[in-house]
């Protein structure tokens, strides 16, 4: 094992921290908030499948062109549960975001290959919910945004796809690039990675709880 895999491995799985927090935590927390722990439930168990396919199959394209359709699919549902669209969205969502699912990974290219297409559209997607989500939070809320934990959220998530979605794009036309330039944004990916995998570990432990009913006497 190189060191930089090392590395690599531990950026990636730096997402066990907050998943276990989240695994604490669930019951307690609001169901506004359970897609967000689904999505960290899912992002560790691809890594770890990842990590299992790499040493015995040399290649973990597969799950992890599987995993980002699963993922682009919570963060519909979590964005949902925030009310970000109306209901019939929803659905055409999902359904747009299979058909560039399957074009990419079985019309255009294989499944069994590192595919950008519907990772930067997913990404494009995320990050424009994100910017609707934070401009109706700013307008229509009259609260601290510090102590909004979607405004933090709909931060985060954009600081990692903003970036993803850029080195996806670039990857779609890799020809124009050189190796060592997409080796560099990679890494830089992982990085980023890393970044937001701790910051969602501190966002899980102040996600509000679910909120108990009194009945009057």
Same mark, same amino acid.
């Given at each position: 094992?190189?060191?930089?895999?090392?590395?690599?491995?531990?950026?990636?799985?730096?997402?066990?921290?907050?998943?276990?927090?989240?695994? $604490?935590?669930?019951?307690?927390?609001?169901?506004?908030?359970?897609? &967000?722990?689904?999505?960290? /439930?899912?992002?560790?168990?691809?890594?770890?499948?990842?990590?299992? &396919?790499?040493?015995?199959?040399?290649?973990? %394209?597969a799950n992890?062109?599987?995993?980002?359709?699963?993922?682009?699919?919570? &963060?519909? /549902?979590?964005?949902?549960? /925030?009310?970000?669209?109306?209901?019939?969205?929803?659905?055409?969502?999902?359904?747009?975001?299979?058909? $560039?699912?399957?074009?990419?990974?079985?019309?255009?290219?294989?499944?069994? #290959?590192?595919?950008?297409?519907?990772? *930067?559209?997913?990404?494009?997607?995320? $990050?424009?919910?994100?910017?609707?989500?934070?401009?109706?939070?700013?307008?229509?809320?009259l609260g601290?945004?510090?102590?909004?934990?979607?405004?933090?959220?709909?931060?985060?998530?954009?600081?990692?796809?903003?970036?993803? *979605?850029?080195?996806?794009?670039?990857?779609?036309?890799?020809?124009?690039?050189? #190796?060592?330039?997409?080796? %560099?944004?990679?890494?830089?990916?992982? &990085?980023?990675?890393?970044?937001t995998n701790?910051?969602? *570990?501190?966002?899980?432990?102040?996600?509000?709880?679910?909120?108990?009913?009194?009945?009057?006497?």
């Amino acid at each position: 094992m190189t060191f930089s895999f090392l590395i690599s491995v531990i950026f990636n799985h730096s997402i066990l921290i907050a998943a276990i927090i989240g695994m $604490v935590r669930f019951k307690s927390i609001s169901s506004d908030f359970h897609p &967000f722990i689904y999505i960290l /439930w899912l992002g560790l168990a691809n890594e770890t499948l990842s990590l299992i &396919f790499i040493y015995t199959h040399q290649s973990n %394209t597969a799950n992890s062109n599987l995993f980002v359709y699963l993922e682009y699919l919570l &963060f519909i /549902w979590q964005f949902s549960k /925030w009310k970000s669209f109306p209901g019939k969205f929803y659905y055409l969502l999902i359904i747009l975001g299979l058909a $560039v699912w399957m074009t990419d990974n079985f019309i255009l290219h294989s499944i069994t #290959r590192n595919n950008s297409l519907f990772r *930067a559209v997913a990404a494009f997607t995320i $990050v424009f919910l994100c910017f609707d989500q934070l401009n109706k939070i700013v307008i229509f809320d009259l609260g601290s945004l510090r102590k909004n934990k979607i405004f933090i959220l709909c931060l985060i998530f954009s600081f990692f796809f903003v970036f993803k *979605a850029f080195v996806e794009a670039f990857n779609i036309f890799s020809i124009s690039l050189s #190796r060592e330039l997409l080796n %560099t944004l990679w890494i830089i990916l992982g &990085f980023v990675n890393f970044i937001t995998n701790i910051l969602y *570990a501190i966002v899980t432990l102040w996600i509000p709880t679910k909120q108990k009913f009194i009945l009057p006497f």
